[in-house]
T-cell receptor, first 112, second 111 residues
Framework: GAGVSQSPRYKVAKRGQDVALRCDPISGHVSLFWYQQALGQGPEFLTYFQNEAQLDKSGLPSDRFFAERPEGSVSTLKIQRTQQEDSAVYLC??????????FGPGTRLTVL | KQEVTQIPAALSVPEGENLVLNCSFT??????LQWFRQDPGKGLTSLLLIQSSQREQTSGRLNASLDKSSGRSTLYIAASQPGDSATYLC??????????FGEGTQLTVNP
């Protein structure tokens, strides 16, 4: 499996619950990105890591969103106290540098 | 702030037609431009990457061009097939490595 993997693929949460979404990037890729894609829209940038350093988190919509990549490989996007407007597909991408980004299949989050 | 626009939003063509998808962006200070394909319920598949210093890239029946000064790119699909049916997304990379996406063109190729 050489591609980016994400888990879970689908997540249903009740409003107010916390969720954690996982991304396994392509081995050796130093850059990792999270994007949010609402239904019928293009993906929107959330945050960017270079190795374990979070270099840009300007796209995170609120302080309920938190991302980490503690060992410079796997990353977790955590959403606290989920709201209905958080329902979207969350896409993870990795890149060997400042170049082509490779995307995972996404996690579809539905908040009821 | 970088904005990316894709025209048309949807396109339906008979099999075998050649077609052009359009992408425009407001800030010409880009590092590269990437075209993606997205099938329903799936992630993004990278089709072509054009560096800012390049004018075009080709892969099989696909050809993408870039005119950075005018803020435009086109994706040309030759001899379209039903399997080409998908949403096509254009994205530009600006400072900080983030991609800014258009809203996509939903393509249907009818047998």
């Amino acid at each position: 499996g050489a591609g980016v993997s994400q888990s879970p693929r689908y997540k249903v949460a009740k409003r107010g619950q916390d969720v954690a979404l996982r991304c396994d990037p392509i081995s050796g890729h130093v850059s990792l990105f999270w994007y949010q894609q609402a239904l019928g829209q293009g993906p929107e940038f959330l945050t960017y890591f270079q190795n374990e350093a979070q270099l840009d988190k300007s796209g995170l919509p609120s302080d309920r969103f938190f991302a980490e990549r503690p060992e410079g490989s796997v990353s977790t996007l955590k959403i606290q106290r989920t709201q209905q407007e958080d329902s979207a597909v969350y896409l993870c991408a990795s890149s060997p540098g400042q170049n082509e980004q490779f995307f995972g299949p996404g996690t579809r989050l539905t908040v009821l | 702030k970088q904005e990316v626009t894709q025209i048309p939003a949807a396109l339906s063509v008979p099999e075998g037609e050649n077609l052009v998808l359009n992408c425009s962006f407001t800030d010409s200070a880009i590092y590269n431009l990437q075209w993606f394909r997205q099938d329903p319920g799936k992630g993004l598949t990278s089709l072509l990457l054009i560096q800012s210093s390049q004018r075009e890239q080709t892969s099989g029946r696909l050809n993408a061009s870039l005119d950075k000064s005018s803020g435009r790119s086109t994706l040309y699909i030759a001899a379209s097939q039903p399997g080409d049916s998908a949403t096509y997304l254009c994205a530009v990379m600006t400072s900080g490595s983030r991609l800014t996406f258009g809203e996509g063109t939903q393509l249907t190729v009818n047998p």
